[in-house]
């Protein structure tokens, strides 16, 4: 029986329709993710990106001063030898000669901490203001406590004073500040030592020395010591070598400059110089002879400046350091 066309029509858009309706749920079901199932499976890490190696960056050298400007600040006004810096930065100098150890005060007066007619000589301030200095008539180790108008007795040295050639008694005596003791010259018999601030322990590092005087520790723990009556300085390393440096006169005081060398006082009469040495080149400088007679005692202060003393010339004159 045919159809009415009316109901073909119907038919027709019944048939569209679910086509459409059939591609409609195809095309959501494709649109859905399943989330993968953990059961039964290891999960794997992802690895951090390995960071770029970057260079290490090459330290600056630190270069020594080109050359020092002199001013005298200290003329006329005892006899000043060896020198060190107090806690509050002031200059100290023993006097042997009127046998006094004194302080340079700001206004440039000078005041007498200490008189003591054995021969006060090397000096070292330690933290708390205590000053320890070698007795040269005595040959010993003793100490100034603060405010303090006498002195104790630390320790008497093997060696003895006398009056013979290059045996007089202790001169210079420096702070080994990494481990907190005291490196001691004993100069009548060319024994170095290193004691304990209380005195109680005494330990030989080098002997054999003609006439070890003044003496310093660099950063490195190298201990220097000059010879006065050899000619020489003296490098005793950490590990206990001890090696000799020629080529001086009469070498009184030493300190390392902070830059690879070493500067040194040297009296001899034909020298009288302030002396910068490079113990690596061999490079020997004379910065300033002509305010000398007999130049005595060096230190440096935290700022860089140096200062150096002579107690025949009866002076003591500042170096600042000129780039």
Known sequence: MSRHPYQRSVTLLINVFLCCLVLLLVACTSTITTEPSHTGTTPMATSAPSPTSRPTPTPTARVAPSSYTAQVILQGQGHPD??????????????????????????????????????????????????????QNTNRIMKLAPGASTATVIRALPGHNSTAPCKHGIDGIALDPS???????????????????????????????TRP???SVDSNGNIFVADECGGALWKITPTGTVARIGGFAMP???????????????????VHAFIRFNPATGQKENLDSQRYIEP?????????????????????VKYTPVP
């Open 82 to 135: 060896d020198l060190a810096m107090d806690r509050q930065g002031r200059l100290l100098f023993s006097d042997d000669t009127s046998g006094t150890i004194d302080r340079v005060n700001g206004d440039g007066s000078v005041t007498v901490l200490l008189r003591d007619p054995a021969g006060p000589e090397g000096l070292v301030v330690l933290a708390d203001g205590t000053i320890l200095f070698g007795e």
């Open 252 to 270: 009184d005081d030493v300190i390392p400059d902070g830059y690879g060398n070493l500067l040194v006082v040297d009296l001899a009469q034909a």
């Open 213 to 215: 005087v003044g003496a």
């Open 296 to 316: 005595q005692g060096i230190v440096s202060d935290s700022t860089g400046h140096i200062y150096v003393s002579d107690d025949t010339a009866n002076v003591i």
């Open 179 to 209: 481990t907190n003791t005291l490196i001691v010259p004993d100069s009548p018999i060319g024994n170095v030592y290193r004691m304990s601030l209380d005195g109680k322990t005494l330990r030989l590092l080098a002997t054999g020395i």
